[in-house]
């Protein structure tokens, strides 16, 4: 750092873009080949399956670069929360009866979103503060 900056002048930015990184990279390859995904929305009941699977996912690419650009870091981290709240919900249900070692592994699922969702409240809530000039 330079004298006179703080470190909350390099940590936004810094860690906006480190938080949107797994959301654009995760996000870009469902669109590219959405995999078993369509699977597990059609199971949840979601009408359009593959459509609405595609449209989370271009969701998810759009607000994380909203964050991990600073462009609109409120915003997008709200949308970005919408769609990881909704996409965790039918994704990572781990109290569908289901193998023991499968259940585990959608459990650990939802506990690290619950983590990305707590650092993209914490995100937005920075930026917001910084926006006020607080």
């Known amino acids: ?23 654009v990279s995760g996000a870009a390859s469902v669109l590219k080949d959405a995999g078993p995904l369509p699977g597990f929305a059609h199971k949840a009941g979601i009408p359009h399956p593959e459509l609405a699977t595609k449209v989370a996912a271009g969701a998810m690419v759009a607000s994380a670069l909203a964050v991990g650009t600073g462009v609109a870091p409120v915003l997008g981290g709200v949308v970005l929360a919408a769609s990881l709240i909704g996409t965790t919900a039918v994704v990572h249900n781990f109290c569908r009866p289901q193998e023991q ?8 699922g939802f506990i690290a979103n619950c983590g990305l969702l707590g650092a993209i409240v914490v995100s937005a809530q920075a930026s917001r503060a910084r926006c006020q000039g607080r």
């Open 1 to 23: 750092m330079t004298a006179g900056t703080t470190g909350t002048d390099w940590s936004l930015p810094i860690g906006g873009a480190l938080l949107a990184a797994p959301f």
């Open 101 to 108: 070692a499968v259940a585990a592994a959608h459990r650990e």
